[in-house]
């Protein structure tokens, strides 16, 4: 696992540089929300993560967050919005930065 990242500028850019690669995975959307999204990561933070997906995955979709946990170095939590609970979902949408 690589250097964990320090800050949102730090997420962001990780993940932006590994666009194609996600394509590959069948992410169309990346976004993080959390901590991370807000730039108060902490040395235990994990990041949160929702996708939007350009296919569907099927147990495939478990190939997302190892992927990111070793750009970022750092636990990745990840889920779809249409995964999330609707009081879930309302909160991620108003802090969520789109990251690739």
Request: no cysteine; net charge neutral; charged share 30%.
């Amino acid at each position: 696992m690589k250097k964990a990242v320090q800050s949102r500028a730090q997420v962001l850019r990780a993940i932006a540089a590994h666009r194609e690669e996600l394509a590959a995975l069948g992410v169309a959307e990346v976004w993080i929300f959390g901590s991370a999204a807000r730039d108060e990561l902490r040395p235990d933070s994990d990041i949160d993560v929702l996708v939007r997906l350009s296919r569907p995955l099927g147990l495939a979709f478990f190939d997302i967050a190892p992927a990111l946990e070793s750009w970022l170095g750092r636990r990745v939590e990840v889920g779809t919005f249409d995964g999330l609970h609707e009081r879930a979902q309302a909160q991620a949408q108003r802090e969520a930065v789109r990251a690739a």
